[in-house]
């Protein structure tokens, strides 16, 4: 056996070798002799474990995501990167191991796992969503104060950090001047200023709080302020910031009206996870407005915002499943999608689902609830919800009748601007029904209706007016007549064969 290799070998066997396997060995000792101890330590299967563990999470990602809005202003999020979470798990694991039974030197060995701990770490940190350089804009979200650094104690401490260019401790301190938060004296004024330094700073959450202000504050040239700022905030990736663009667009008035635009809007608002860009994409979808109607379409984006905990979308899905409109009907399927819709706080949506309770329509009867989610969407000023319980008053046949309570209802709901109402108050004034029969009672809520076009207001007022004023009700029963509305007709034919009459006794 050659002799530099003898004590290479040495460390190693205690056996004899032959010429052949000692010089074949000899050749592995002397190569592992020349390798470094760091490399001896990064190519061990538990190091290149490690390290592939480390290098993953940096090209991959599955995330998920999440928003709460609260006052039409803050928007709390949360996101996890589970690939972040696993690989850096799975790091941390690999590197202790390697640190107790990995090869090369100890202390060497026990600093590269050191390092592939941290960088593991870091992946975790991230992957549970605390990590403030992870780009949140396309997530259409305000962090709460508690994710912030500056604001671990109160919010005021991020005024520093604002005044040094820092965008999210700007927008934090904007929205705890919002509320009045951490301490601080409520200042919408100065909420502005902040916001904007901090849109200023290309953070995208703060331009769409700063529209959000200005655009409720509705002072002088705030509206279009609010535009720059949103027009902005959308360029960085903030979903809200678009919807409320999209919206501008959509609604404004004359020149300013651009359906189109409207719909692109909506769509990178609804691609940046905002709910409600989605469901205001699928109305301009299904109405065909600024664009071909795509009802299959906007289906799937009412069924994508609901998920998200849109109640208005969830309310428009129940109504295709309640009608059969673009899917097969599915009575059970609706009440299902009401019941969520109201879990959100849309009165709308409660009001649909007490009316299907009441009728046993998808669902078993049970009028009690029905009641009481009318009542609680009455109580929250949604005018039909008014309206329908009190015809349940009216038409109650057993002890929960109710007459008197139901034209207070009446009241209520035409009052907020339900016109049907106002012929269901009109019709108890006319009849005396819990109330005493007041004709020019019935004539103001027949008048109120009919001011707000409703033809069945104007068509009972009409009616109402033959008698008494003809001039006045020709005009209105002839379009009610053209308009089929029962009695009409005949009622108008009346008042020509009373002209004919008249005119008779006049020659005479």
Request: net charge neutral; hydrophobic share 40%.
């Amino acid at each position: 056996m050659v002799q530099p290799c003898s004590s290479c070998l040495n460390e190693h066997l205690t056996v004899e070798l032959t010429d052949f396997q000692g010089e074949k060995l000899c050749a592995e000792c002397l190569a592992e002799k020349r390798t470094s101890p760091l490399k001896k330590v990064l190519l061990s299967p538990l190091g290149i474990a490690a390290l592939v563990a480390v290098v993953v999470p940096l090209g991959l990602h599955y995330t998920q995501e999440s928003s709460v809005t609260e006052n039409g202003v803050l928007v709390a999020g949360h996101f996890r990167d589970f690939v972040a979470i696993g690989a850096g798990g799975l790091a941390v694991v690999l590197a202790l191991v390697l640190g107790v039974r990995g090869r090369g030197p100890t202390g060497l060995r026990w600093g590269v796992a050191l390092a592939l701990v941290l960088a593991g770490a870091y992946h975790l940190v991230r992957g549970f969503g605390l990590d403030r350089s992870q780009p949140q804009a396309v997530v259409a979200q305000v962090a709460p104060p508690a994710e912030v650094a500056c604001a671990n104690e109160t919010p005021g401490g991020c005024e520093k950090p604002c005044d040094g260019g820092d965008g999210d401790a700007c927008n934090t301190l904007g929205a705890a001047l919002v509320e009045g938060l951490g301490g601080l004296e409520k200042d919408v004024a100065r909420s502005v200023a902040v916001f904007e330094k901090g849109c200023a700073a290309r953070e995208a959450r703060a331009c769409g709080n700063a529209g959000q202000v200005l655009a409720s504050r509705g002072g002088p040239g705030d509206e279009a302020r609010a535009l720059e700022l949103w027009k902005k905030g959308c360029e960085l990736g903030h979903g809200r910031s678009c919807n409320e663009v999209g919206a501008f667009l959509d609604n404004a008035k004359g020149a300013d009206a651009d359906p189109v635009a409207a719909r692109g809007m909506f769509q990178k608002a609804c691609e940046a996870k905002s709910a409600e860009g989605c469901k205001n994409l699928a109305i301009l979808l299904k109405t065909g407005r600024g664009g071909e109607r795509d009802e299959a379409r906007a289906l799937g984006l009412y069924q994508q915002a609901c998920e998200a905990g849109q109640p208005e979308a969830c309310n428009s899905l129940a109504l295709s499943y309640q009608e059969g409109q673009g899917v097969a009907q599915d009575e059970a399927k609706a009440v299902e999608l009401y019941e969520k819709a109201c879990t959100g706080e849309l009165p709308r949506g409660c009001t649909n689902l007490a009316e299907m309770l009441n009728a046993g329509q998808g669902t078993p009867k049970d009028p009690t609830r029905a009641r009481e989610l009318l009542e609680r969407a009455c109580t929250n000023d949604f005018a039909r919800a008014c309206d329908v319980l009190g015809l349940l008053f009216l038409t109650d046949r057993g002890p929960g009748r109710d007459e008197a309570r139901g034209v207070a209802l009446f009241q209520k709901a035409c009052d907020g601007g339900f016109m049907n109402s106002c012929v269901n108050l009109g019709l108890c004034y006319r009849d005396g029904t819990g109330v005493e029969r007041d004709l020019d009672r019935t004539v103001a809520a027949f008048t109120k209706g009919c001011d707000a076009h409703n033809g069945k207001s104007c068509a009972l007022l009409g009616l109402q007016l033959a008698s008494t004023d003809p001039v006045r009700a020709r005009p209105l029963l002839k379009e009610a007549c053209e308009a089929r509305f029962d009695q009409t007709c005949a009622a108008l034919k009346g008042l020509g064969k009373k002209k004919v009459a008249t005119a008779k006794r006049k020659k005479r």
